[in-house]
Structures are given as structure tokens and as C-alpha cells.
């Protein structure tokens, strides 16, 4: 019942998302730590706003610590980078963060790092999985609560400065501090206020915040920062005539913007923008990583200054890797995460976000004007994006005809070449491309196209839709 995606455990809460599940997957973990001589080292733990992660991210204390593993605990709801930041701080050989990210309220889940602050890898994740598979409660080895509460092996760190402070120390915080800059944040009823809202105020920016309170069903939406997701704050830019509105999701490790016109920029422009601004502004040099799913804009700005755009399969842990191995400056996705060398060796929000603070103040220029030049040097590329749900039968029949026999709609244009390496993608002749993958954490299927037209993108992913008979998104 425990099955690990591109971001981890997911599952509905109460359904599969349980105490017993939680234990089992503690013990499973903690039986690695042992086989691998490093449980003495012990795991640090954090936890988001979500419904019962506090109390989960006890459990697995209970177990971890019954199992004589030490463990560092963030007492308080936390961004999931911080717990990536402390894993690698503390040398950590395991993190393990409670949280379903960008999920929608019912769902909870758990997310594995391992050491220097890494998304746990395919492999890991994996054997973790069988580990658990045949784990009864009978093999679960844990303290009662009240012991753990008070057990040596157990450290209470309830302050985030170090993490917050490891950003400030990369950012050019006076060149933030004098263009008085009139931010408006949006946390989406998350764990991003506190530390967005610390390190912007210390850069001397004019903060308004919306959407702060605790409410564990996010206000009724998609704690995802999605254009759709963004309309109350792309209103609170444009009646406070605020410079940019930043929001993240759930967890704090994603970010999507609303430029100083009310125009929403979506992670890939994002990408584009902070890869750009590295090379020609802060004088960096190296490649950029993207997935399969992200824009072909990052290749152009690449080639234009002598650099090369690698792409990895969908999920951060092989951003990560590939950045780690190319010495990339910067890596992302289209779906909102991204990061910085030098930061931590995962998505951040709030890194992402203060970066693009400082952008905006250096260039001396709106938002909305810094990417029109990016348009004027780069051309555009639309994207589009649909999810599709499915029966349990329709999955085995759309796995069967796309992924087996390898069947794909007629298309309009000339097909240069196509991968399989993570679901399908289609790379067109014009430099259009089309992906067709399941979702690591969702039950839907993904179609991504990307085209010189928004026109052209919704033609290409309509053709898939058409063809399987995929219904609405």
C-alpha cells in the first residue's frame, strides 16, 4: 500500500495515508539505517500545515526513535527545502519531510532525502518499498509517545534562522534594499509566510500578505500556485499597484509569480528569467537542467551564451543528479520547482522567490518589461498542460496502446524523433514537442505541448486527447 512517486508517498488521508502505514514505513526505514551502518547518524524530521502531518511526523519519531536512531525534529511547520538545508547541514545520512506538497487537502504523505539534502533516488525509494512490503505491526519496534517526547534521542529545534540566513547570505540584499520594492505574498494557506516574509522585510521590501491563516483545506482550492490557483493575488497586485506577487505552494518548495500588470509568469518563464539573469547580470557560467516537460526556451538561452541545456526525466531527484554531475548553475521544472548552485541540492520556494526579488531590483526595470526583452532576444514558446483521470482499466488499456505498442495520434507537422524514456515525447521538426506521461503522484495522465503558438500547443495536445478519447481535463 506504500508506494513512492516522483515526490515521494502520497496518499489519501485515512485511506492509505495512516498511522500503521506511517510505522511501517518508520520501521522500514529505519531497518535500511541499520543494514547500512549509518543509523547512529541519525534523520532529521519536519512537517508541514496539512492535516495531521504534526502528529505523523510523531509517529515516526515513536518508531525511529524505538529503533535507538537519533532524531532532530522542526517543531514547528517549515518549508520542505529547510529540511533539505538541515540534512545537508547537519550531515545527515536521512531527512524525512511530512507533507503532500501541492496535493489536494485530503492527501498527506512523506517525502525522503538522503545525504547532502537529496531527493531519495529512484533506487532508494524502491528497495525502501520492498523493505516494507511484508512488514506486520508485529515488526514495528517503537517508544510510546510520552516517551519519545522526553528521550534523549530525540532533539526539539524549533528555530529556522540558520536556514533563512544560508539564503540571505547569497542574495545582493542592498541592491534590494534601495528599490524599495512593493511585494505582495501569497502562501496559500502553507508554511512559506514566516520565512518569505522574514527575508524580504530584511531587504527593507514593502510585504503584504494574503492567504496567512492556518486552514488545512487551503481555503477550498489546490494549494499549487497555478494561474487558475492565483487569481486573489494576482487582485491584490493590481489594487495595491504592487511591483510582483509571489506565492508557493503547500510545502514551500514551488513558486509562481504575477508580474506588476497582473499577468501571471509561469515556472517556465520563471527558469528562463533566473537563468538568463545569472549568466549576464551576476556574470556566472555553466549549463542548465530541465525534465522532459519543460520549455525548449532554456536551450536558446544556453546555446545563445555558449552553454549547453541538458534534459532529465520527470521528478527533481534527476535534476539534482545532473546539475551535480554537469556543474549546471541552475535547474527546474515546469511545474514550479527550481534551484540554485550553491543553495541546497533540491527545489526551493523561497530561494527561487528572494532571487527574483533581487532580479527586479538590479535591472532597475518592471517585471513585465525585463520579460519582454527576454521575448525580444529569445522568441516565445506556449505551453499547455492537461491531466486526465482514469479508471484502474482505463490505465491498463492507455499503458498497453501508448507505452507497449507504442501507438500515438497523427500529427500536423514533421516528427524529428521520439523518446521513451519516461513516458513519450515527441520532439517536432520546428522545435514543438508533445509529452504524454502518468503522474508519480496523481492518479491522471500528463500531456505537456509546447509551440511557437498558444494556438499550435492546444492543437498538439488536443490531437492526444482526441485520439484516446481522454475526456475533459
Known amino acids: 500500500m506504500i508506494r513512492f512517486g516522483t515526490g515521494g508517498w502520497r496518499a489519501i488521508i485515512g485511506d492509505e495515508f495512516t498511522r500503521a502505514n506511517v510505522r511501517l514505513l518508520a520501521q522500514g526505514l529505519a531497518d535500511r539505517m541499520?543494514?547500512?551502518?549509518?543509523?547512529?547518524?541519525?534523520i532529521v524530521i519536519s512537517y508541514d500545515r496539512r492535516f495531521l502531518s504534526d502528529v505523523a511526523a510523531w509517529w515516526?519519531?515513536?518508531?525511529?526513535?524505538?529503533?535507538?536512531?537519533?532524531?532532530?525534529?522542526?517543531?514547528?511547520?517549515?518549508?520542505?527545502?529547510?529540511?533539505?538545508?538541515?540534512?545537508?547541514?547537519?550531515?545527515?545520512?536521512?531527512?524525512?519531510?511530512?507533507?503532500?506538497?501541492?496535493?489536494?487537502?485530503?492527501?498527506?504523505?512523506?517525502?525522503?532525502?538522503?545525504a547532502g539534502g537529496r531527493d531519495a533516488t529512484l533506487e532508494v525509494t524502491d528497495e525502501l518499498g520492498e523493505r516494507i512490503a511484508p512488514l506486520?505491526?508485529?515488526?514495528?519496534?517503537?517508544?510510546?509517545?510520552?516517551e519519545a517526547?522526553?528521550?534523549?534521542?530525540?532533539?526539539?529545534?524549533?528555530?529556522?534562522?540558520?536556514?533563512?540566513?544560508?539564503?540571505?547570505?547569497?542574495l545582493d540584499l542592498e541592491t534590494i534594499r534601495h528599490a524599495h520594492l512593493h511585494v505582495v505574498l501569497d502562501p496559500m494557506f502553507g508554511v512559506a509566510q514566516t520565512s518569505m516574509q522574514t527575508i524580504l522585510i530584511?531587504?527593507?521590501?514593502?510585504?503584504?500578505?494574503?492567504?496567512?491563516?492556518?486552514?488545512?483545506l487551503f481555503g477550498g482550492r489546490m494549494p499549487s500556485p497555478?494561474?487558475?490557483?492565483?487569481?486573489?493575488?494576482?487582485?491584490?497586485?493590481?489594487?495595491?499597484?504592487?511591483?510582483?506577487?509571489?506565492?508557493?505552494?503547500?510545502?514551500?518548495d514551488r513558486l509562481g509569480i504575477i508580474d506588476d500588470t497582473g499577468e501571471y509568469l509561469s515556472p517556465n518563464q520563471v527558469l528562463v528569467?533566473?537563468?538568463?539573469?545569472?549568466?549576464?547580470?551576476?556574470?556566472?557560467?555553466?549549463?542548465?537542467?530541465?525534465?522532459?516537460?519543460?520549455?525548449?526556451?532554456?536551450?536558446?538561452?544556453?546555446?545563445?551564451?555558449?552553454q549547453e541545456c541538458h534534459e532529465v526525466p520527470v521528478g527533481f531527484k534527476w535534476i539534482s543528479a545532473k546539475m551535480a554531475e554537469t556543474g549546471a548553475i541552475i535547474g527546474g521544472e515546469s511545474s514550479g520547482g527550481l534551484t540554485v548552485a550553491g543553495h541546497i541540492p533540491g527545489k526551493d520556494g523561497i530561494q527561487a522567490g528572494s532571487l527574483l526579488v533581487e532580479m527586479v531590483a538590479a535591472s532597475g526595470k518592471k517585471l513585465s518589461q525585463i520579460y519582454q526583452d527576454i521575448v525580444d532576444r529569445y522568441g516565445r514558446l506556449e505551453m499547455v498542460e492537461a491531466a486526465y483521470a482514469y479508471t484502474p482499466a482505463r490505465r491498463e488499456e492507455l499503458q498497453q496502446r501508448i507505452f507497449v505498442e507504442h501507438e500515438l495520434p497523427s500529427f500536423d507537422r514533421d516528427i524529428a524523433r521520439i523518446s521513451w524514456e519516461d513516458g513519450a515525447k515527441v520532439y517536432f521538426a520546428d522545435d514543438s514537442w508533445l509529452t504524454i506521461r502518468f503522474s508519480g503522484t496523481e492518479p491522471v495522465i500528463r500531456v505537456f505541448a509546447e509551440a511557437p503558438t498558444l494556438e499550435e500547443a492546444q492543437q498538439l495536445a488536443s490531437a492526444v486527447a482526441d485520439h484516446f478519447d481522454l475526456g475533459e481535463s
Not at 69 to 82: A, E, Q
Open 273 to 306: 528569467l533566473l537563468y538568463e539573469y545569472l549568466l549576464s547580470t551576476k556574470g556566472w557560467s555553466g549549463p542548465v537542467v530541465r525534465n522532459m516537460s519543460t520549455t525548449h526556451l532554456l536551450d536558446r538561452v544556453a546555446a545563445a551564451h555558449g
Open 202 to 216: 530584511s531587504a527593507r521590501c514593502q510585504v503584504d500578505v494574503i492567504n496567512a491563516r492556518h486552514d488545512p
Open 136 to 146: 506486520t505491526e508485529a515488526d514495528v519496534k517503537a517508544l510510546a509517545p510520552h
Open 60 to 114: 515516526a519519531i515513536e518508531v525511529l526513535a524505538g529503533n535507538g536512531i537519533p532524531v532532530r525534529v522542526i517543531t514547528r511547520p517549515v518549508p520542505t527545502p529547510m529540511c533539505m538545508w538541515t540534512v545537508k547541514q547537519q550531515e545527515a545520512p536521512y531527512g524525512l519531510a511530512v507533507t503532500a506538497s501541492h496535493n489536494p487537502a485530503l492527501y498527506n504523505g512523506i517525502k525522503l532525502f538522503t
Open 149 to 170: 517526547r522526553s528521550s534523549e534521542l530525540v532533539t526539539e529545534q524549533s528555530s529556522i534562522n540558520w536556514y533563512l540566513d544560508a539564503i540571505m547570505e547569497q
Open 34 to 42: 541499520h543494514d547500512e551502518g549509518v543509523a547512529e547518524r541519525g
Open 226 to 252: 497555478a494561474e487558475g490557483s492565483l487569481a486573489p493575488l494576482r487582485q491584490a497586485v493590481l489594487e495595491q499597484g504592487a511591483d510582483l506577487g509571489i506565492a508557493t505552494d503547500g510545502d514551500a
